[in-house]
T-cell receptor
C-alpha cells in the first residue's frame, strides 16, 4: 500500500516561519506535490518536486529527499490567510497516474 | 494555470435519487480526469480515474454501479451518484493534468443527501 504521513495540526504565529513535514513510503515515485486547501474549497497547487533539493517560490519553499522519502513545505512571513490545510501528495507512477494524498496538516496562524 | 470547472457547486437531493456532477477542462484537453471524495476534516480519497473513450478505473471499495463515470469528450467527465443515500453526502472534487507536472482541481461539488 501507499503511506504518506504528515502532522495533523500545527499552530504558528503571524510573521514567523513554519515547516510542515511529509514522509512517504510508496510503491513508486514520480514527483511530490504540495497543495493548500481552505475549508470548503478545492486544493490549490503550491509546489512540485521530482528531484532532490529545494524549490523556492516566493514565501513558499519545498524540499525533497528521495533517499529518505521525505519532504517539507516551508512557509515564511506567515500571514493570517495562510491558515489552511496543507496536503502532501505523491505521484506513484508515470503517465496519467493519480496523486495519492496524505491526510493533510491543518495550520492555524495566530496573532 | 489551467482551469477546471465543476457544476453544480452544491446540490441537495433526496435519498434514492440520482445526481450528476460535471467536470470540464476549460482551456486544455484532458484525456484523463480523476474523481476524488473528501469527508469533513479528512484528506482527498481517489474514487476513480476517468479515461476519455473508455471505461473508468475504480479504486478498491468504490462501487462502479453506484458511481457512474462517463468521459464523453476530451474536456468533459461526469460523475453520477445513483440512488444516493445520506452517507454519500460529501465534497466531490475532480482534477485533470495539463502537462507532465501540475494537476489542477475543480472547485468541488458539495453533495447533501437528505
Amino acid at each position: 500500500g501507499q503511506n504518506i504521513d504528515q502532522p495533523t495540526e500545527m499552530t504558528a504565529t503571524e510573521g514567523a516561519i513554519v515547516q510542515i513535514n511529509c514522509t512517504y513510503q510508496t510503491s513508486g515515485f514520480n514527483g511530490l506535490f504540495w497543495y493548500q486547501q481552505h475549508a470548503g474549497e478545492a486544493p490549490t497547487f503550491l509546489s512540485y518536486n521530482v528531484l532532490d533539493g529545494l524549490e523556492e517560490k516566493g514565501r513558499f519553499s519545498s524540499f525533497l529527499s528521495r533517499s529518505k522519502g521525505y519532504s517539507y513545505l516551508l512557509l515564511k512571513e506567515l500571514q493570517m490567510k495562510d491558515s489552511a490545510s496543507y496536503l502532501c501528495a505523491v505521484r506513484v507512477g508515470s503517465g496519467n497516474t493519480p496523486l495519492v494524498f496524505g491526510k493533510g496538516t491543518r495550520l492555524s496562524v495566530i496573532a | 494555470g489551467a482551469v477546471v470547472s465543476q457544476h453544480p457547486s452544491w446540490v441537495i437531493c433526496k435519498s434514492g435519487t440520482s445526481v450528476k456532477i460535471e467536470c470540464r477542462s476549460l482551456d486544455f484537453q484532458a484525456t484523463t480526469m480523476f474523481w476524488y471524495r473528501q469527508f469533513p476534516k479528512q484528506s482527498l480519497m481517489l474514487m476513480a480515474t476517468s479515461n476519455e473513450g473508455s471505461k473508468a478505473t475504480y479504486e478498491q471499495g468504490v462501487e462502479k454501479d453506484k458511481f457512474l463515470i462517463n468521459h464523453a469528450s476530451l474536456t468533459l467527465s461526469t460523475l453520477t451518484v445513483t440512488s444516493a443515500h445520506p452517507e454519500d453526502s460529501s465534497f466531490y472534487i475532480c482534477s485533470a493534468r495539463d502537462g507532465p507536472d501540475e494537476q489542477y482541481f475543480g472547485p468541488g461539488t458539495r453533495l447533501t443527501v437528505t
